[in-house]
């Protein structure tokens, strides 16, 4: 299990590498391509820019993005344990009529899930796949200044091992919206798991994920913002219920060559989590985006 630390470890170290890199490459590859099928020729490569940087803060754009994102978990007891969570997540826009669009978003977990050592220094644990999460979310296809879309999130118990999932298969209802007026991005992402079938022998599943995001955009696409990930587990007793984030994250849209990219590099401490969970994480994102091209 050390081999899997350490291979955890080195492409950490590469996400920071590449993060570093690309986020202090030359300012000219801001200039991403626009996603809008309307556009002319008339607009400039800044607002073609901005409008990808919108879209890419939407959850339920009509954008096919495919997040690549790194968590790593600090200070979990006993031991001062570090979990690393590397989340792949695509996000794919269809549209079922000329008036809805179906966004699928399905999380992938990858994770090492460090276990209590006796000897000092040294890290156990387990390596694998844990629970994926699809959603589907129906959203209307004409822009508003109000964006929202509402569907089924469903959880499949997919983890290698036990230490990495919850065993069970659930369902629940998601929900997000949004508005974007000038600079700034705010909304918030909802859903509710409940376990609907699985092994008797593993704890029911009622939980909560609520993501309130706000960005503001600054120059040469880069942005600032809050995402922070709240959590309630409704099964556990109210003094370890919740898990509440506090940080922010830096980000930025451009160019790796011809591909655009949202980068991300977010610290986030837990000052209200439940006993022996972790007290920080750091967020890595590469973001690998496919705007629509102009017809």
């Not at 490459?25 to 809008?36: C, E, G, L, P, W």
């Not at 376990?195 to 993501?211: E, F, H, K, T």
């Not at 790796?256 to 990219?261: A, D, E």
Request: include cysteine.
């Amino acid at each position: 299990m050390a081999r899997f630390y350490s291979m955890k470890f080195l492409s950490s170290c590469f996400c920071c590498l590449l993060f570093a890199t690309t986020m202090f490459s030359q300012d000219n590859s801001t200039q991403a391509s626009n996603t809008n099928g309307a556009t002319t020729q008339a607009e400039s490569p800044q607002s073609n820019a901005d409008t990808l940087r919108k879209e890419a803060q939407n959850p339920i754009a009509s954008l096919v993005s495919v997040p690549i994102q790194n968590n790593l978990n600090f200070n979990i007891n006993p031991g001062q344990r570090t979990q690393d969570v590397l989340n792949i997540q695509p996000v794919i826009p269809v549209a079922l009529t000329k008036d809805v669009n179906l966004i699928v978003r399905w999380i992938t977990p990858i994770i090492w899930q460090p276990f209590p050592s006796s000897t000092p220094g040294t890290e156990v644990g387990t390596y694998g796949l844990g629970d994926m999460q699809p959603t589907f979310f129906f959203s209307p296809s004409k822009p508003s200044k109000l964006i929202w879309g509402a569907g089924p999130i469903f959880q499949l118990p997919t983890a290698t091992n036990k230490a990495l999932g919850q065993g069970k298969f659930g369902i629940g209802p998601s929900f997000v919206w949004l508005v974007q007026p000038g600079k700034w991005t705010v909304g918030t992402l909802v859903n509710n798991v409940w376990s609907v079938a699985g092994p008797s022998d593993r704890p029911d599943v009622n939980q909560m994920l609520l993501q309130y995001f706000i960005n503001y955009n600054l120059q040469k696409g880069w942005y600032v913002g809050e995402m922070p990930i709240i959590t309630a587990n409704w099964q556990a007793p109210n003094s370890q219920r919740w898990v509440v984030p506090v940080g922010g994250t830096l980000g930025r849209i451009m160019k790796l060559g011809p591909q655009p990219v949202n980068l991300q590099l977010g610290f986030y401490a837990n000052p209200i989590r439940p006993a022996n969970t972790s007290s920080w994480k750091m967020l890595i994102q590469v973001a690998l985006l496919y705007p629509k091209k102009p017809k």
